[in-house]
Nanobody, 126 residues
Framework: QVQLVESGGGLVQAGGSLRLSCAAS????????MGWFRQTPGKEREFVAG????????KYADSVKGRFTVSRDNSKNTMNLQMSSLKPEDTAVYFC???????????????????WGQGTQVTVST
């Protein structure tokens, strides 16, 4: 399995930007659909964004569409999430995940992802 480590979280004011990174090791991510999820205390982990194995297709939750951009660099075994116009409701622990599937279909169910990072905290203040 691939090992994933997130970085780039922190505290930012509403309206600001952050860039999260996910570094993979152990296997190339080029065979995986990659995704970002987030979780707040007492709530289920929710899908935020996903990107197909080649980067040719992306998918976003309605709540972040137009504000977040997911990208990947298979040559560097990394994935990024550029977050702009951040809102207090974006506050959460953000996780990167890998789903062992190719193709253009991006799965949004948590159970479809086999590998997970430890998470990075994003806090957006008013």
């Amino acid at each position: 399995q691939v090992q994933l480590v997130e970085s780039g979280g922190g505290l930012v004011q509403a309206g600001g930007s952050l860039r999260l990174s996910c570094a993979a090791s152990g296997r190339t991510i080029s065979v995986y659909t990659m995704g970002w999820f987030r979780q707040t205390p007492g709530k289920e982990r929710e899908f935020v964004a996903g990107i197909s194995w080649s980067g040719g297709n992306t998918k976003y939750a309605d709540s972040v569409k137009g504000r977040f951009t997911v990208s990947r660099d298979n040559s560097k075994n990394t994935m990024n999430l550029q977050m702009s116009s951040l809102k207090p409701e974006d506050t959460a622990v953000y996780f990167c995940a890998a789903a062992p599937r190719g193709g253009l279909l991006i799965v949004t169910k948590e159970s479809s992802y086999a590998s997970w990072g430890q998470g990075t905290q994003v806090t957006v203040s008013t």
